[in-house]
Every structure is written in structure tokens, then in C-alpha cells.
């Protein structure tokens, strides 16, 4: 019997995001035991906040320094293709996340250096030589979910062949085995329904990441 093809899956993060990064890490799980092909698609939480004055200070820090690692990942794919991608999120998500490095200029060079990429590449984190090219990729996302979300977006196969995209899934602590795998399937579930939106509770605890 032939093998089934690969699940298209699109997937749009920023590198600051933990949410995000739990939400990618849960995928790769689901990866290890389904087979998935994931496109890693760049988004950003600075363009998507861009012009608000409402935000808190410590959060609007954290907008300003969070280009630096979305600039490098996209730079990155137009220099190198888009197979970069997700071996350099992950290198800088270890080190923003769970490392507590934060979008620093450490975190950035040492994933560079882990993905085998050229450290110059860190340069592009001050410059907007790609925003053109990133700005569009997040467009791309925002457009298969509307303005009212965040990071991540999910598009999945849905209705008739469609695909379906959402924000999220949100999880805490990080899912593995037979859990990941449960929700994939509810994911996949939800997305062959036409008519189905959201669902959403309040979060009462921070990003557990083992």
C-alpha cells in the first residue's frame, strides 16, 4: 500500500514569541509520528502592534528588540532558501526561550554559528534590506486568520482540499506523545468544519517548555 502523502502544514511564528515556540515544538513532536510537510513562514509581532500607544512599556521593548531575530530569519531564507529556516528558529529559540538569552545579539550569533550560517548574517538585524520580504510573509498570515490574532498561525488541510488557518493552538506545559498527538488529530478535526472559529479560555499560567 502506498504511503499517504504528507500533510501540508503552514506555520508563521516571530522568534520572540514563546508562545509561538511552544506551539512549534509540540508540531515537531507531531512530526516524529505523522508525516507533515511543514512550511515555516516568518510573521512579526512590531509590524502586527505597529502604531499603538496603549501597549506596556516593558512590551513595547521587547517589539523594538524583537526585530533583530525576525530580520536575521528572513535574511536568512532569502540568502540561503527557505530549508534554513527551521533549523535557525529553532538554534534561536533555544537560546531566547529556553536559555533566557532574549533577542540579544548572543542568541542571535550563536544560532547563527549552530545553523552553519554566515555570522554575518547578524548584520541584517539592524538593517531593513528584507522588511519589504517579511513584511509580506506576515501579510501572508494575518490575511488567512484577520487583524484580532497573534503568533503563531496554523494553516491546515480543510473542507473539500481548503486549507484552514488559525491562531494557535495556545499550549502550556509542552505536549508530548500520545497528547500531541490527540491534539493534532482534534486540530485536523476542527479545521474540516466549515463553519468553526474559535475557542478560547483565559491563560492562567506562563510558557512551560519541558
Request: hydrophobic share 40%.
Amino acid at each position: 500500500m502506498p504511503a499517504a502523502d504528507p500533510t501540508p502544514v503552514d506555520f508563521w511564528f516571530d522568534p520572540v514569541c514563546p508562545w509561538a515556540w511552544m506551539t512549534s515544538r509540540w508540531l515537531l513532536e507531531v512530526a516524529e509520528h505523522r508525516a507533515l510537510d511543514i512550511r515555516w513562514h516568518v510573521m512579526s509581532l512590531a509590524v502586527l502592534n505597529g502604531g499603538r500607544d496603549d501597549l506596556p512599556e516593558r512590551y513595547r521593548r521587547l517589539l523594538t528588540e524583537g526585530w533583530g531575530p525576525v530580520r536575521v530569519v528572513t535574511a536568512a531564507a532569502q540568502k540561503y532558501g527557505d530549508d534554513v529556516t527551521a533549523p535557525l528558529y529553532t538554534a534561536l529559540g533555544n537560546r531566547i526561550h529556553r536559555q533566557g538569552l532574549g533577542p540579544s545579539r548572543e542568541a542571535m550569533a550563536g544560532a547563527l554559528e549552530e545553523a552553519g550560517l554566515a555570522p554575518d548574517l547578524i548584520d541584517y538585524a539592524d538593517q531593513d534590506t528584507y522588511d519589504r520580504e517579511l513584511r509580506a510573509s506576515h501579510q501572508e498570515g494575518i490575511d488567512r486568520v484577520g487583524q484580532e490574532v497573534g503568533t503563531p498561525v496554523i494553516a491546515l488541510p480543510g473542507p473539500d482540499g481548503t486549507a484552514t488557518a488559525f491562531f494557535g493552538p495556545v499550549i502550556t506545559p509542552a505536549l508530548h506523545g500520545k497528547a500531541a498527538l490527540d491534539l493534532w488529530d482534534g486540530l485536523l478535526l476542527l479545521a474540516s468544519s466549515p463553519g468553526f472559529y474559535e475557542l478560547k479560555r483565559s491563560r492562567t499560567q506562563g510558557p512551560v517548555f519541558d
